[in-house]
Nanobody, 115 residues
Framework: QVQLVESGGGLVQAGGSLRLSCAAS????????MGWFRQAPEKEREFVAT????????NYADSVKGRFTISRDNAKNTVYLEMNSLKPEDTAVYYC????????WGQGTQVTVSS
């Protein structure tokens, strides 16, 4: 069973950047396609980005395409989300999970973008 710990969130002005990390425990991390998800206040959790197990292919929600980049380092059991040109509407708690969200959710990391 993989356990997930997100970090790297914070308060940033619109137009700024953040890099989120998701550290996964467990020896089977590298077999999973992984994803980032987010949940804004009073909204459903939504897909942000996914990456295949070897990192060769990525997919993004239209709202973040061209601004966010997902990557992974299987040697470090870590998935990253580089976020640039941040907008107030990106404010949310960000979570990582397998692409199909099959693992228990971590605590997430709060991203707040001020206008």
């Amino acid at each position: 069973q993989v356990q997930l710990v997100e970090s790297g969130g914070g308060l940033v002005q619109a137009g700024g950047s953040l890099r989120l990390s998701c550290a996964a425990s467990g020896r089977t991390f590298s077999v999973y396609a992984m994803g980032w998800f987010r949940q804004a206040p009073e909204k459903e959790r939504e897909f942000v980005a996914t990456i295949t197990s070897a990192g060769g292919s990525t997919n993004y929600a239209d709202s973040v395409k061209g601004r966010f980049t997902i990557s992974r380092d299987n040697a470090k059991n870590t998935v990253y989300l580089e976020m640039n040109s941040l907008k107030p509407e990106d404010t949310a708690v960000y979570y990582c999970n397998t692409k199909g969200a099959t693992m228990p959710w971590g605590q997430g990391t709060q991203v707040t973008v001020s206008s």
